[in-house]
């Protein structure tokens, strides 16, 4: 597999072991429109530890890498400042946890395990205390199905993309999120050697590449709809718009 890209990634040493010159890779990474929107609402955490609070946001995403799906929570630690009635956070770190052992792991080090944790998160956008246990609201993203995702490779036709949750906040600080869809991005920012090794990695893309109906240039290409909606245009840019009768879906 030869690998034609703009940056590197993780998993491109294996082209030290040999390229195949009849299977090309065009990797770009672009985010596309969202067109399901099945993850877990975003989680909060506030603690306070020698007079500082902090807060602990779990945000609950999935990578689809070659067939399969690999749930993850992307942690963030911030600190929490108030100046002049308002709130401000400074990150203090971050994490990519593929397992419910990874993610208790970590939080552990900084609050306590999540089976000590019920009452004492909250639903970010929800705007209410949730009363459940927090270790059973995890598994539940850990155990879910993705088959729904899982069936827009057909639709992408691209070896990888992640499906993942953003936090939103507003002048009036009212919080929610946003759910955005990201094809070929660097799985390297994500951790994702932790599930899938370097040379495992290429050999997987390489074979799911040389499954797919390729191109008569043997080249995978993000198809040019998608290009454009990470780009900001759409189906009627620099064209005439149509009239109501000619009115087109993109």
Known sequence: MKIISKFQDYY????AYG?????????????VETVSDKLRAITKIVYKKQGQYYRILCHYNVMLFCGNAYPFVYVQVEAIHKQDKKFFYTNIDE???????ALDR?????????????????????????????????????????????ALFDTYKVPYFSIETKYTSDKKQNEGK?????????????????VVPPM?????????????DLAEDNTVHIEDKYLAQGKGFDCYSFKKMPSKRREKKC
């Open 12 to 15: 491109d040493i294996g082209i």
């Open 19 to 31: 390229v195949d010159e009849k299977l090309r890779f065009a990797r770009e990474a672009v985010e």
């Open 95 to 101: 994490e990519y946890c593929y397992s419910i052992e």
């Open 106 to 150: 970590y939080v552990a080090q900084y609050d306590r395990p999540i089976s000590e944790i019920r009452n004492e998160y909250e639903k970010v956008g929800s705007y209410y205390w949730h009363v459940d246990d927090f270790k059973k609201y995890v598994q539940g993203h850990f155990d879910k199905s993705y088959s729904e995702y899982i």
């Open 178 to 194: 946003v759910t955005r869809t990201l094809l070929l991005a660097k799985l390297k920012q994500y951790k994702f050697a932790k």
């Open 200 to 212: 495992q990695a290429f050999q997987e893309i390489s074979m799911y590449l040389g499954q797919l």
